[in-house]
């Protein structure tokens, strides 16, 4: 099955006059970002979610626990898909963990920063920072990180959060990542490091989007799978639209049926497979469903399994 590449986003250097780029990965260019910074999915409802987790009051007292951060690049990928590049050398993180992004609040606000939590779409070892979201019009966060311009500032906190981590994953012989919309970004983070390639044999990413259109990071992805010959799938799934080279519907369909599993040509078992979800609620509850039929369960630290889950909204 031919898979499409996806869109490559239109890119815009942000970079003031002279200003050098730092260091980025060979599969990304020195004049865009990418990473998931809003973490709510293309077809997940529409407002500023981002991941399940609860955030602290910003006040004033813990504002010496932020990092200034300053944005050096960004990609479009359509009208209200960005992805944004933000320097910050003091962030660290594990790959697939999110970082905590924030602009200070409007006068009169109760708080002072308005803060979401987004995956960095980066390695760990290149920079800058990146994050992938989408615009909501009316939200309190995106549409000001949209309009960021060279040079200007964003606040993160130091570490990056989250279990979404191989570290965190049982050994199996296949990996599969299974995300919609901008649940991408925390895997590709993940894919771009050594470590999935040394604990599983073969690694299958599959993106579910909406609309052709949203499909994202291709030059990415053709990175990953130069790297990894005969060891790494990507599957993309159209919900809304026909496109060659796709799959249509959901992820939780594909699976049912069998579509997913001839696409890749591997079997999707308790026996050899461990599963990571990241995407929006519907996606993760029906997925979970599906695979429980199979003999699947969610992977805990104390109870070993065979699910690991991110949820955004």
């Known amino acids: 099955m031919a898979i499409p590449h996806a869109a490559s986003g239109e890119l815009i250097d942000v970079r003031p006059p002279g200003e050098k780029p730092s260091q980025t990965s060979s599969s990304t260019p020195v004049t865009l970002g990418g990473t998931s910074a809003l973490h709510r999915d293309s077809s997940g409802p529409d407002d500023e979610g981002g991941h399940s987790v609860n955030l602290p009051s910003i006040g004033k007292s813990t504002m010496s626990r932020w990092v200034k951060g300053t944005v050096v690049g960004k990609r479009l990928w359509t009208d209200r898909l960005i992805s944004l590049q933000v320097e910050a050398p003091e962030v660290t993180f594990v790959a697939g963990q999110f970082g905590r992004l924030a602009l200070p609040a409007p006068p009169g606000s109760r708080q002072d920063m308005v ?127 026909a496109r060659a080279g796709t799959l249509a519907g959901r992820i939780p369909d594909a699976i049912r049926d069998g579509r997913l599993e001839a696409c890749a040509g591997l079997a999707l078992s ?23 039929a199979r003999g699947m369960r969610r992977h805990r630290r104390k109870e070993p399994g065979h699910i690991t889950v991110e949820t955004y909204w």
């Open 115 to 241: 803060v979401r939590p987004y995956s960095f779409v980066n390695s760990p070892e290149t920079s800058p920072h990146e994050f992938y979201f989408t615009t909501v019009s009316d939200g309190p966060l995106t549409p000001r990180l949209a309009a960021l311009a060279a040079g200007d500032a964003v606040w993160m906190m130091p570490r990056g959060g989250g279990f979404l981590a191989i570290s965190e994953t049982p050994a199996a012989g296949a990996l599969w990542c299974l995300s919609t919309g901008t649940g991408l970004g925390p895997f590709l983070s993940i894919l771009r490091t050594a470590e999935p390639w040394e604990k599983f044999a073969r690694v299958v990413l599959v993106h579910a989007v909406r609309f052709a259109g949203d499909l994202a990071y291709g030059d990415v992805i053709a990175d990953i799978a130069a790297a990894h010959p005969g060891r790494f799938t990507h599957i993309p799934i159209v919900s809304r639209e």
């Open 270 to 292: 308790a026996d050899n497979s461990h599963v990571m979800l990241c995407g929006n609620p519907a996606m993760v509850d029906d997925t979970q469903e599906v695979l429980a």
